[in-house]
């Protein structure tokens, strides 16, 4: 064996081993605090497999995120970043020596002119090179292009509980309008009713022209009320159009066909800050932003150092054949001034990713805190409305018992009608955003993240 190969032999070992710049691998560990504020519980464990919505036990929505998962524009164009990602990553060579070079070339001349005989000339090339990566740097490259794929699958279930969000936010207030509606129509008949009474006393002289005007007055405040209601689930249903990427057509066919406001379900636990690390989608992408800026420091440091490059060529030219072999290094002096420069930004865009990869955690605990805390006391607000509404029903009900037997004025019955209409509407209101509520804290824990698609 010669010393030149047992030269190149001990680059080969070098450049299999060196790799310059902090290792993307080695994060430092993050701290959280033990527990939530207002809970203390054990490990949720992996919560992104959970279809959670099926806990409000309602077909209508099941089917609608079953099918949307596949048809949304915004889950199927983060899928595309992924593939982008993957091709970036496929770009990488993960050869310690990577392939350079134009490999091979051919070409046929056929030429000829007046006073000159026709000739055919042909030429072949075959070329390849090999750029040694003695300090890393490919290596780096393509630890920064894998951390970009995890990255974009992350932002993929970013883009997934977003759509989620917006799916049961959408379909949950469009059910709210349908029940405000319902309970709209009730109370227009109940002030027609008092209208039709009011109109026979006033025939026998116990009515005034005022009462009969407060009675219609409050009649159209309910007719007017209902074209509003109608107006917000038809917009919720375009919505909801939108998000599925479905005709609006069908689909408002399908919600008009009926359903209950979604009901607010148990639970659900929160486990412990530590679970948001695996958990948060958003958290593991902006770790993997962290890693792919470690990994740009480390291309960035290999760029400033020496390379070294082996390359040969074969040439036939007219059946006359010549070849070259050779390294070569590369010693960049002139521009180390750009690179240092060039450096010194990957650094500091490194330093960066790693407090927005905490700031992220911070906001992640803070969601969890703040929807948890939220959701108590909405479902607090629930129980005080609904027996406020069950109060104003009784009491409805006495007053027009006594209205109707000549024992109450007709004012008091009319206060009593507005204060149970409000009331009634406010309690359902109150269950909407509970029930909202609920599936935002699960989507801040991470729940439903992973699933990508399920059967409807």
Same mark, same amino acid.
């Given at each position: 064996?010669?010393?030149?190969?047992?030269?190149?032999?001990?680059?080969?070992?070098?450049?299999?081993?060196?790799?310059?710049?902090?290792? /993307?691998?080695?994060?430092?560990d993050?701290?959280?605090?033990?527990?939530?504020a207002e809970?203390?519980?054990?490990?949720?464990?992996?919560?992104?497999?959970?279809?959670?919505?099926?806990?409000?036990?309602?077909?209508? @929505?099941?089917?609608l995120?079953?099918?949307?998962?596949?048809?949304?524009?915004?889950?199927?164009?983060?899928?595309?970043?992924?593939?982008?990602?993957?091709?970036?990553?496929?770009?990488?060579? %993960?050869?310690?020596?990577?392939?350079?070079?134009?490999?091979?070339?051919?070409?046929?001349?056929?030429?000829?002119?007046?006073?000159?005989?026709?000739?055919?000339?042909? *030429?072949a090339?075959?070329?390849?090179?090999?750029?040694?990566?003695?300090?890393? $740097?490919?290596?780096?490259?393509?630890?920064?292009?894998?951390?970009g794929?995890?990255?974009?699958e992350?932002?993929?279930?970013?883009t997934?509980?977003?759509?989620?969000?917006?799916?049961?936010?959408?379909?949950?207030?469009?059910?709210?309008?349908?029940?405000?509606?319902? +309970?709209?129509?009730?109370?227009?008949?109940?002030?027609?009713?008092?209208?039709?009474?009011t109109?026979?006393?006033?025939?026998? $002289? +116990?009515?005034?022209?005022?009462?009969?005007?407060?009675?219609?007055? @409050?009649?159209?405040?309910?007719?007017?009320?209902? %074209?509003?209601?109608?107006?917000?689930?038809?917009?919720?249903?375009?919505?909801?159009?939108?998000?599925?990427?479905?005709?609006?057509?069908?689909?408002?066919?399908?919600?008009? $066909?009926?359903?209950?406001?979604?009901?607010?379900? /148990?639970?659900?636990?929160?486990?412990?800050?530590?679970?948001?690390?695996?958990?948060?989608?958003?958290?593991?992408?902006?770790?993997?932003?962290?890693?792919?800026?470690?990994?740009?420091?480390?291309?960035?440091?290999?760029?400033?150092?020496?390379?070294l490059s082996?390359?040969?060529?074969?040439?036939?030219?007219?059946?006359?054949?010549?070849?070259?072999?050779? /390294?070569?290094?590369?010693?960049?002096?002139a521009?180390?001034?750009?690179?240092?420069?060039?450096?010194t930004?990957?650094?500091?865009?490194?330093?960066?990713?790693? @407090?927005?990869?905490? *700031?992220?955690?911070?906001?992640?605990v803070?969601?969890?805190?703040?929807?948890?805390?939220?959701?108590?006391?909405?479902?607090?607000?629930?129980?005080?409305?609904?027996?406020?509404?069950?109060?104003?029903?009784?009491?409805?009900?006495?007053?027009?018992?006594?209205?109707?037997?000549?024992?109450?004025?007709?004012?008091? @019955?009319?206060?009593?009608?507005?204060?149970?209409?409000?009331?009634?509407?406010?309690?359902?209101?109150?269950?909407?955003?509970?029930?909202?509520?609920?599936?935002?804290?699960?989507?801040?824990?991470?729940?439903?993240?992973?699933?990508?698609?399920?059967?409807?």
């Amino acid at each position: 064996m010669t010393r030149a190969t047992l030269s190149l032999g001990a680059l080969l070992m070098i450049s299999a081993c060196a790799a310059v710049g902090p290792d /993307p691998t080695d994060l430092p560990d993050t701290r959280v605090q033990g527990a939530f504020a207002e809970t203390e519980g054990g490990a949720l464990g992996q919560v992104g497999t959970n279809a959670f919505w099926s806990g409000y036990q309602d077909r209508t @929505l099941s089917r609608l995120i079953a099918g949307g998962l596949g048809t949304s524009l915004d889950i199927i164009t983060a899928n595309e970043r992924i593939r982008a990602a993957a091709a970036d990553l496929q770009a990488t060579q %993960p050869l310690s020596a990577q392939i350079a070079g134009d490999p091979a070339s051919a070409s046929r001349v056929r030429a000829g002119g007046d006073g000159q005989p026709t000739a055919t000339t042909s *030429s072949a090339t075959l070329s390849a090179g090999f750029v040694f990566d003695l300090f890393g $740097g490919a290596r780096r490259a393509r630890e920064g292009a894998t951390a970009g794929v995890a990255s974009a699958e992350a932002q993929a279930q970013v883009t997934r509980l977003a759509w989620l969000a917006e799916v049961i936010g959408a379909y949950a207030d469009a059910r709210f309008n349908q029940q405000a509606m319902a +309970l709209t129509r009730e109370t227009i008949r109940a002030r027609e009713a008092t209208l039709s009474v009011t109109r026979e006393t006033q025939a026998l $002289g +116990l009515a005034t022209d005022y009462d009969i005007a407060q009675t219609e007055a @409050l009649l159209q405040i309910a007719r007017a009320d209902l %074209p509003n209601f109608e107006a917000q689930f038809n917009a919720q249903v375009y919505r909801l159009s939108t998000l599925l990427n479905q005709q609006a057509g069908p689909l408002m066919a399908q919600m008009q $066909g009926g359903s209950g406001a979604l009901r607010i379900p /148990p639970g659900p636990g929160t486990g412990i800050p530590a679970d948001l690390l695996r958990n948060r989608p958003d958290i593991r992408a902006a770790q993997q932003d962290l890693v792919q800026a470690l990994a740009a420091v480390g291309v960035a440091t290999a760029d400033m150092l020496p390379s070294l490059s082996l390359s040969g060529t074969v040439s036939d030219q007219g059946g006359a054949t010549a070849w070259g072999f050779g /390294p070569r290094i590369s010693l960049p002096v002139a521009n180390q001034g750009v690179l240092g420069a060039a450096r010194t930004r990957r650094l500091s865009e490194a330093r960066q990713a790693d @407090l927005a990869f905490r *700031s992220q955690v911070a906001a992640a605990v803070e969601d969890v805190q703040t929807s948890q805390s939220t959701l108590r006391r909405l479902r607090q607000r629930v129980t005080a409305l609904d027996q406020a509404s069950a109060s104003y029903d009784r009491a409805y009900a006495l007053a027009r018992t006594n209205f109707e037997a000549g024992a109450l004025p007709l004012v008091d @019955l009319l206060d009593v009608d507005r204060q149970r209409a409000a009331a009634r509407l406010q309690a359902v209101s109150a269950r909407n955003d509970a029930a909202k509520e609920w599936a935002r804290l699960q989507i801040a824990t991470g729940a439903g993240a992973a699933v990508a698609r399920i059967a409807d």
